[in-house]
């Protein structure tokens, strides 16, 4: 995927038009040989900073792809960092959280029973759920979808775009999983 700490352009093509089959793999923060990197896809954005969560900036990504793509190191004195990002171009500036610097909320048993047929509380899993997830307020989304190449969240909270929150899937169970942090209840959505 990665030659040193870029992502390769195949992969940055590849989320850009919406066919990443496994965008938790190429966004959020990693561990590269190179150091950590973030990586984040924020369209219209001309700048992207990694900010902490008092709104300290920790770092600047650099703009790898005119839709959006922006990526990064951040200093290694940093392990487990939860950061947001701080995105700016002419018409202003705002802050928001990387759904890809969360890790999921379901997990190895989640799998086990829903590929064994007996999960007896899969509405608590299945859908959208307001929660706190890894300290954050927002939404989680959940949806059996195994035959699908590619599932997203789309709403009015990402301009219906299904580029912005393209989803995690759980390869045993076939479900696809998304924490959409600082969105509330009320949101409009569907499943792309």
Known sequence: ??????????????????????????????????????????????????????????????????????????????????????AENAGGTWDLSDPYGFGPFLGAVDDHLFLEGTHRRVFERLGAHETAHEGVEGVRFAVWAPNAERVSVVGDFNAWDGRRHQMRKRVESGVWEIFAPDLGAGAVYKYE
């Open 1 to 86: 995927m990665a030659q040193g700490w870029r992502a390769a352009d195949g992969d940055v093509g590849a989320l850009v038009a919406g066919r990443h089959g496994d965008p938790f793999a190429l966004l959020g923060r990693h561990d590269t040989a190179g150091g950590p990197v973030i990586r984040a896809f924020v369209p219209h954005a001309e700048r992207l900073t990694v900010i902490d969560v008092d709104g300290g900036s920790l770092a600047s990504l650099d703009k790898r792809d005119p839709a959006g793509f922006f990526e990064g190191r951040v200093a290694a004195a940093v392990p487990g960092l939860r950061y947001r990002l701080r």
